[in-house]
């Protein structure tokens, strides 16, 4: 009895080993995933990386007035950066939960911070709001006139409320959206009559589309034929 007692007691040893093997693995190699260049998907857990704010992906900046999409290429430098990291070699401290449940965190690559990375390549700039914790690395990507810090840029905190720089639009986007003195929102094609005379005022929140289907899709309309 006392040997078929030891027998299951090391086969129940046994067996838990195997599971603890498994279910460590299982986290270590989990599924990196980026969101954008300040939020990533690790091990099904959507983290917002602590204390920098990163241009949003359709955010539009400028060099000489002409503009460039550095919120994609934000999102890019942040995928080549975890692009061959092994997701065993990722870790994050997380600190917190915001209001829209992500987890907010600082994450690593062996010793490399990324957040930090992220500010001094000047794809993000350091959140004042809520940490002081990286404006020397921001200083520094300003000074080297690296990442967005080339050129003209909308802090990614004001670029949600709707600020822009200039009167500018997109490469290959000249349908003007117009907000009427009523409240209206209208847009003009280059060859419309009121095209030439309709000016583009951002903070209005007037702007420019690449298409009808754009337009249409955030609620603009054509303007009215007169008969």
């Not at 704010?53 to 430098?77: F, I, N, R």
């Amino acid at each position: 009895m006392k040997k078929m007692a030891w027998a299951y007691i090391s086969f129940l040893y046994s067996t838990t080993g195997i599971f603890t093997y498994f279910f460590f693995v299982a986290i270590a190699f989990g599924q990196i995933k980026v969101v954008d260049a300040d939020t990533i998907i690790f091990n099904s857990e959507k983290i917002r990386l602590y204390g920098i704010d990163a241009p949003e992906t359709e955010q539009y900046c400028y060099v000489k007035k002409e503009a460039w999409p550095c919120g994609k290429q934000a999102t890019e430098y942040l995928k080549n950066l975890l692009k061959n990291v092994s997701p065993h070699s990722l870790h994050c401290k997380i600190s917190s939960k915001d209001r829209y449940g992500r987890s907010i965190g600082v994450c690593y690559i062996g010793d490399k911070n990324i957040n930090r990375n992220l500010v001094e390549n000047g794809w993000a700039l350091a959140y004042r709001e809520y940490s002081r914790d990286y404006i020397h690395n921001e200083k520094l990507a300003s000074q080297n006139k690296i990442g967005i810090w080339q050129g003209e840029f909308v802090e990614p905190w004001n670029w949600r409320r709707g600020v822009r720089i200039y009167e500018a639009k997109k490469v290959g986007c000249k349908i003007k959206g117009n907000i009427s003195s009523s409240g209206e929102k209208i847009y003009h094609l280059p060859n419309s009559e009121n095209y030439q005379k309709t000016k583009i005022s951002p903070l209005k929140g007037e702007r420019w589309f690449c298409s009808e289907k754009e337009a249409q899709a955030n609620g603009w309309r054509k303007p009215k034929i007169n008969k």
